[in-house]
Structures are given as structure tokens and as C-alpha cells.
């Protein structure tokens, strides 16, 4: 059974740091490029940043550059969200996403997880 | 890239055709996806490369469309189809989804 499992989320004050953890099964991840998207509360969805498998393509939306770094532990297959100076606006579900591929050409987001809450507020 | 989809919201009787829009702020070949998210749920892709059905999801969703306009069409509409419908590029790295369409069942 495939399985994408957030964890890491919590309540954290604007300026503070938290760590998001996705642990996968069920597929083998050492061989898929992998995502955080986000939800705000009652708002549409926003890729958050993406990883290869072999971690040497990484990308980020604009509204995080430069304060979340995204990595992977293949060994583990477990994804991960490192997110620094987080601000209010920040607040959101984030979802764990593999991106599927087809023909080598088409990508979309084939998987998901359940997604973990961050509230970032004093 | 930015996406944008229309209407936001939309009420429609079940057995009706539905259809959405979504627009590119440039060309995107047919790198685009569509997604279906019902409340407190993750969402589930319907439709990849503008008009491939994704497996086990039924025949009544269609996509069509190239280059910078988009549909998604649901051909008879059924009451489990509520939810909110996203289509997303994948013709740049930097991914972008639309903010959604709103569908409510009349």
C-alpha cells in the first residue's frame, strides 16, 4: 500500500524554524522527484518547492526562496521541509507529493499525503 | 506562469455538462493537469497533458486545449463531482496551479 506520511507541523511564532518530515512506502522513492505543496486555510493550492532523486535539480516558488530548504534521505525515504524566518502567511496544510511522469515527458502530481498543519502566529 | 481559471464558482443540476476553463499567462504546449479536491481531502488528478484521463477515473471528465487555453469538461454531472477543480502547469519547473473552481451540486 502506498503510503506519503507528513509529520512536523505545529503552532510557531513569526521569525521561528520547523522541520517537516514525510515518510513514503509502498513505491520506491529513491527514484522519484518529490514536492510540498501547501494549502492556506479556505485558499487554493501553492507548490511550495521540488527535489529530484538524486537531489541536484531543487526548486522553489518565489514566496519561499531563500527561507525553506527542501531535502531527501533516500536510505530512509523520507522527504523533508526545512522552513526558517516563517511568517503569518506561511500558515497552511502542507501535502507531500510525488510527481509522476509519463512517456518521460508529462509530470503531474500522482500521490499525495494526508498533509500536516503549520500555523505561524504570536 | 500564471494560471487562471474561471468561472470560481459554479451551481449545476446533476445530468448537466459542466464546463471550466483555464488560461495561461504564455504558451505551455499541453502540459496541463487537472485536479479534483473534495473538503479535508487531498487532491486527485483527473486529467495530465491537457486530455489524457488518468487511470480509474471516469470517462464523463475530458480535457481539451493547447497552448494557453484549456477546458475541463464533465459531460454528466453526478453528485459525488462536487469539490473544487485546480488545473496546474508542468511546462516550467516552477509548477503553478490555477485558484480553482468551486463546484456545487444543485
Known amino acids: 500500500e502506498v503510503q506519503l506520511v507528513e509529520s512536523g507541523g505545529g503552532l510557531v511564532k513569526p521569525g521561528g524554524s520547523l522541520r517537516l518530515s514525510c515518510e513514503v512506502s509502498?513505491?520506491?522513492?529513491?527514484?522519484?522527484?518529490m514536492n510540498w505543496v501547501r494549502q492556506a486555510p479556505g485558499r487554493g493550492l501553492e507548490w511550495v518547492s521540488s527535489?529530484?532523486?538524486?537531489?541536484?535539480?531543487?526548486f522553489y516558488a518565489d514566496s519561499v526562496r531563500g527561507r525553506f530548504s527542501i531535502s531527501r534521505d533516500n536510505a530512509k525515504s523520507t522527504l523533508f521541509l526545512h522552513m526558517n524566518n516563517l511568517r503569518a502567511e506561511d500558515t497552511a496544510v502542507y501535502y507531500c507529493?510525488?510527481?509522476?511522469?509519463?512517456?518521460?515527458?508529462?509530470?503531474?502530481?500522482?500521490?499525495w499525503g494526508r498533509g500536516t498543519p503549520v500555523t505561524v502566529s504570536s | 506562469i500564471q494560471m487562471t481559471q474561471s468561472p470560481a464558482s459554479l451551481s449545476a443540476s446533476v445530468g448537466d455538462r459542466v464546463t471550466i476553463t483555464c488560461r495561461a499567462s504564455?504558451?505551455?504546449?499541453?502540459?496541463l493537469n487537472w485536479y479534483q479536491q473534495k473538503p479535508g481531502t487531498a487532491p486527485k488528478v483527473l486529467i495530465y497533458?491537457?486530455?489524457r484521463l488518468q487511470t480509474g477515473v471516469p470517462s464523463r471528465f475530458s480535457g481539451s486545449g493547447s497552448g494557453t487555453d484549456f477546458t475541463l469538461t464533465i459531460s454528466s454531472l453526478q453528485p459525488e463531482d462536487f469539490g473544487t477543480y485546480y488545473c496546474?502547469?508542468?511546462?516550467?519547473?516552477?509548477?503553478?496551479f490555477g485558484q480553482g473552481t468551486k463546484l456545487e451540486i444543485k
Open positions: 504564455q504558451t505551455i504546449s499541453n502540459f
Open positions: 496546474q502547469q508542468s511546462y516550467s519547473n516552477l509548477y503553478t
Open positions: 507529493v510525488r510527481l509522476g511522469v509519463v512517456t518521460t515527458v508529462y509530470w503531474f502530481f500522482d500521490l
Open positions: 527535489i529530484n532523486d538524486k537531489s541536484d535539480y531543487i
Open positions: 509502498g513505491f520506491t522513492f529513491s527514484n522519484d522527484n
Open positions: 497533458a491537457a486530455d
